[in-house]
T-cell receptor, first 114, second 113 residues
């Protein structure tokens, strides 16, 4: 069964600093996708970044980048130059190619300290 | 930018009542989903819908739940007889044919009293 684990319930970072959120997953599949979603207090789910498992190159979206280690089944999110607006819950999610549902981790609450 | 739209944003109902949650997926998307998030817990998959039928559903999606695409734009989730434990944020989502980029709506907070 596919499981997604986020071992850090809470993290904090100083404004303008860099923070890394951890995510590991368990799967026997070789072709899949990984996602990070941001959930601010409004509880909307916002797609931050996405990684295809067949790509070795780590995905990057502006200040957000991932460290994808396929063999280790690890998918961490790095936020550079943290801003107050980055404060939110961050969920890691896994989805199979051609399948229909995403499996989510339990989330990491990120606090940004001014 | 296209977005998934959900209405209402909040719904309060009495236990045993029927509720219908509504969603307008992104117009050129072909896969539609419902997820739910009980307060303080992770997001859980309920059901996916493609080509006018359910393509996958979870254990949570029992006979009390149903989905429908009544016209070319709306996608609905019906709960026939709500229970207290149905209180949650319900998210609608949609994706293109590849299913690899899933966009979520802003959710409907359902409170069952």
């Amino acid at each position: 069964a596919q499981t997604v684990t986020q071992s850090q319930p809470e993290m904090s970072v100083q404004e303008a600093e860099t923070v890394t959120l951890s995510c590991t997953y368990d799967t026997s599949e070789s072709d899949y996708y990984l996602f990070w979603y941001k959930q601010p207090p409004s509880r909307q789910m916002i797609l931050v970044i996405r990684q295809e498992a067949y790509k070795q190159q780590n995905a990057t979206e502006n200040r957000f980048s991932v460290n994808f280690q396929k063999a280790a089944k690890s998918f961490s999110l790095k936020i550079s130059d943290s801003q107050l607006g980055d404060a939110a819950m961050y969920f890691c999610a896994y989805g199979l190619t051609g399948a229909n549902n995403l499996f989510f981790g339990t989330g990491t609450r990120l606090t940004v300290i001014p | 930018e296209p977005e998934v739209t959900q209405t209402p944003s909040h719904q309060v109902t009495q236990m045993g009542q029927e509720v219908i949650l509504r969603c307008v997926p992104i117009s050129n998307h072909l896969y539609f989903y419902w997820y739910r998030q009980i307060l303080g817990q992770k997001v859980e998959f309920l059901v996916s819908f493609y080509n006018n039928e359910i393509s996958e559903k979870s254990e949570i999606f029992d006979d009390q739940f149903s989905v429908e695409r009544p016209d070319g734009s709306n996608f609905t989730l019906k709960i026939r007889s709500t229970k207290l434990e149905d209180s949650a944020m319900y998210f609608c989502a949609s994706s293109d044919l590849t299913g690899t980029v899933v966009f979520f709506g802003s959710g409907t907070q359902l409170s069952v009293l």
